[in-house]
């Protein structure tokens, strides 16, 4: 099969998997209602859903024995995802509607919201910082402590189950720092059938998009690891970006905005599992300290910024490009910086894709 048959399944493989994570999203958002959780609290916890087809993707590449491509798409997605996710939400949030709290009687709120749009301002929850963004910074130092020293370097067995460990401790904070009184909720037949077909479409949708990222860099002579970065993490994205714009058109700002914190707390921790336990090695040192240092710099970006950017908790447009230009810096970083060496030149990756 061609590049660009193996292109059009891997759209497609992304598009199932990120289906069935979406019929795990209802199921856990009542699950969330019924405890209680806030926005903040239950980012962590829908988080799950978001990060299926990442947890999906790695437990395949873990079984088909190309751990790069996990660990690529599990590095690139947790780059990228924070500045794409935040623009999509502020340009979103220009157009939101808040017609619940109108009818809800919050007139003030309502207007707050308005003099936000007309201020060009995201007003993002504080607790987003202190219950996502915070903890999340540890999860990333915990990695990098365990696969940066040269004595335990690459991903083992014991790192899987430390960060699972992690993992239950962040959830554990998050829900308990963000409790309110539970809502009774009905379970239907239909929801845990429906949740039953997601799983399976999730497990088909991961295992195609190793498939087709495996053929493409092979037919590239790419790495693997530079396949999952730059072919499976920015596919990945793309579906929560339509779910970013939904969210915060509706006027839920914080959820849009926090959700993403969530979702790679767990793509750092759940999904890291399935690649520690069959012992990954870290083939290209240099860009993966490289890909780590930048998880970490946009995750402090976005906490510092949401903090102490403005006098109120959230995102000027200022503060939007400030998350975006170090995106781009590092793009900058990777294919100017020399790490692209061992890679074959542009005009030869053209060539292939012209066959």
């Known amino acids: 099969m061609g590049v660009w048959i193996w292109g059009i399944v891997l759209i497609a493989a992304v598009w199932a998997a990120h289906w069935g ?33 990442e947890i999906g993707i790695n437990a395949t590449s873990a079984f088909k024995q190309v751990g790069d491509i996990g660990l690529g798409t599990m590095l690139g997605s947790n780059i990228i995802a924070i500045p794409v996710v935040v623009t999509t939400a502020y340009i979103a949030s220009r157009k939101a509607q808040f017609e619940d709290e109108a009818q809800a ?43 940066v020293p040269m004595p335990w370097r690459g991903l083992q067995p014991i790192d899987g189950w430390i960060m699972l460990a992690v993992y239950l401790v962040y959830l554990t904070q998050a829900i308990f720092r963000g409790r309110q009184a539970g809502e009774q909720t009905q379970w239907k037949k239909k929801e845990i059938k429906t949740a039953i077909l997601g799983v399976l479409a999730l497990a088909v949708g991961a295992y195609f998009t190793v498939t087709a990222t495996e053929s493409i860099v092979s037919a590239m002579g790419i790495s693997a690891i530079i396949g999952g970065l730059f072919i499976t993490a920015p596919m990945a994205v793309l579906p929560e970006l339509f779910a970013t714009w939904s969210i915060a058109r509706s006027g839920q700002i914080t959820a849009a905005t926090a959700s993403v914190i969530g979702d790679h707390a767990v793509t750092m921790t759940v999904a890291f599992f399935p690649l520690a336990l069959v012992a990954v090695p870290i083939n290209n040192f240099p860009l993966f300290t490289l890909n780590l240092t930048f998880v970490a710099l946009v995750a402090a970006a976005y906490a510092f910024l949401i903090h102490w950017g403005t006098p109120t908790h959230g995102f000027k447009l200022w503060q939007v490009l400030a998350l975006d230009g170090l995106c781009l810096m590092y793009l900058a970083v990777i294919f100017l910086g020399g790490l692209n060496t061992v890679e074959p030149s542009i005009p030869d990756i053209a060539n292939v894709l012209m066959r």
């Not at 199921?27 to 209602?33: A, G, I």
């Not at 609290?41 to 799950?48: E, K």
């Not at 707050?112 to 301002?121: D, I, L, T």
């Open 21 to 53: 994570a979406e019929q795990l999203g209802e199921p856990l958002k009542k699950l969330r209602s019924q405890w209680g959780l806030s926005q903040v609290a239950g980012a962590a916890f829908v988080g799950l859903s978001a990060a299926s087809p």
């Open 105 to 147: 009687g919050k007139e003030e709120n309502t207007a707050a919201h308005y003099g936000h749009q007309q201020q060009h301002f995201m007003r993002v929850d504080k607790t987003a910082v202190t219950v996502q963004a915070i903890p999340y910074l540890f999860i990333i130092a915990i990695v990098a402590l365990l696969t």
